[in-house]
């Protein structure tokens, strides 16, 4: 029953199966999320495939490498935020735990 009324938190572990949890899938949902949408509206679908064939036709190498390179840092940067909120979360966990 304190479970229900908020006088015990959940456990450190509970949190890290979360986390986990949230790593592995909040990028695979996303990419399902785009490509449903994609597949139910046709406009995007349309604008991406030519956006993409008109870019990579007209971009460098380089630029190709700068833009691959700036997806693979925001992804790392959204991870990274993903992993800082549980840690802290999990010492708020630990702090209560101390204080009481």
Avoid at 48 to 59: E, P
Avoid at 91 to 97: G, L, P, R, V
Wanted: aromatic share 18%; net charge positive.
């Amino acid at each position: 029953m304190d479970f229900f009324l908020f006088e015990r938190f959940i456990s450190i572990p509970v949190l890290i199966v979360l986390y986990n949890i949230g790593a592995l899938l909040c990028p695979l949902l996303m990419w399902y999320c785009v490509r449903w949408m994609m597949r139910r509206f046709s406009l995007p679908e349309q604008v991406y495939l030519r956006g993409k064939t008109l870019a990579w036709k007209v971009l460098p190498r380089r630029e190709k490498v700068k833009v691959s390179t700036l997806f693979v840092a925001a992804f790392l940067l959204a991870e990274l935020f993903w992993r800082m909120l549980f840690e802290y979360l999990i010492a708020f966990m630990q702090m209560h735990d101390a204080l009481v």
